[in-house]
């Protein structure tokens, strides 16, 4: 996925091995050793042909190899931390970070006892959506849907969530009597997802849109909601309060928790509501009805989300880097 990301960008694009270490099982812990160990040459090749200022990551392991090959080469690192709660790799990694920028304040007291500088940054996201380039009925009208009539977005993330898929599968045709639904699958269930939309009724599938993914026009998909439904990746703590959008938020169980955390520091802001992933077979339409029928606490979400962007977090995070860069120098 990061590949063909980096190609469509026209980034240059240099992979590692890595692999998770924070395990029990002997057999895998031995072998994610081994990548980890072999990402580290790779890393230290990458870093001797590139020379950087500075060294840029965003925690988790597959960072550990760029951080210590950056470390071996004197090039200053800074570490960014998207969510609420910082994960074990960017612990490990941070006593060897020159700076350390969290998205919310409240982040940076995991890292006092740290030498690193850290910064306050907010979530960068990308200007197209700072910029309102369009509004949400022309957004609305790029999908060929109805302009005027509320609009659901759900999605689970770069690669998909099925447990949403399933749930929304359920509850679909309850949805579309009464909105318009973009559904963006993932590559994975699109096969199934395409299978279920043939079974609706035609004047279903015309307020029903669905794709497998979306690059550039994510930009007028979040436009065009009133309302999304999608997993508390880091993503939503940016890119939602940029635009105002009121979501429902099903927390992925793993990942050491850091969904959850993320998506209750948006409900404690009444910023969104939380649909637990054990309880969407029973809890999601009531919750997604619930607020398409109250149009007056949709808009208090929507005003509490915006309440916490931070349009300039990108432009901040380049500033560090360049200060890095020079101190380098």
């Known amino acids: 996925m990061e590949a063909r990301l980096a190609r469509r960008a026209q980034l240059a694009f240099a992979p590692i091995q890595a692999g998770q270490i924070h395990i029990r099982n002997p057999i895998k812990l031995a072998r994610n050793a081994l990548r980890m160990a072999r990402g580290s040459r790779q890393a230290r090749r990458i870093l001797a042909d590139w020379r950087p200022d500075a060294v840029f990551v965003t925690g988790g392991y597959v960072c550990g ?68 380039s369009m509004s949400r009925a022309e957004a609305r009208i790029a999908f060929q849907l109805d302009p005027h009539r509320f609009t659901l977005l759900t999605f689970g993330g770069s690669r998909g969530a099925r447990a949403i898929n399933q749930a929304l599968a359920h509850i679909l045709p309850r949805l579309l009597d009464e909105m318009q639904v973009i559904h963006i699958s993932g590559e994975l269930d699109f096969q199934q997802a395409q299978a279920r939309a043939a079974a ?60 959850r955390h993320n998506a209750r520091y948006l409900a404690e802001r009444e910023a969104a509501v939380i649909v637990e992933n054990d309880a969407m077979a029973t809890d ?27 349009p300039n977090a990108a432009q901040d995070i380049a500033r560090i880097l360049f200060e890095l860069a020079k101190s380098h120098e």
């Open 65 to 132: 190899p760029v951080v210590w090959a950056a470390r071996s080469q004197h090039a200053p690192v800074l570490i960014y931390l998207p969510d609420i709660t910082p994960g074990m790799g960017v612990q490990r990694l941070a006593s060897a970070a020159a700076a350390i920028a969290v998205s919310f304040p409240e982040v940076a007291r995991h890292f006092e006892a740290y030498p690193a500088q850290i910064y306050d940054v907010g979530y960068p996201v990308r200007p197209e959506l700072r910029r309102r």
């Open 284 to 310: 999601l339409l009531p919750a997604i009805l619930d607020l398409r029928r109250n149009p007056q606490r949709l808009a208090a979400m929507s005003q509490a989300s915006a309440a916490l962007a931070r």
């Open 200 to 259: 609706l009724t035609p004047e279903q599938r015309r307020d029903y849109r669905l794709f497998p993914y979306l690059h550039d026009e994510m930009i007028p998909a979040l436009h065009a909601a009133d309302l999304v439904v999608a997993r508390a990746g880091a993503s939503t703590l940016g890119e939602f309060p940029a635009l105002g959008l009121p979501a429902i938020l099903v927390p992925l169980p793993i990942s050491g928790g850091h969904q």
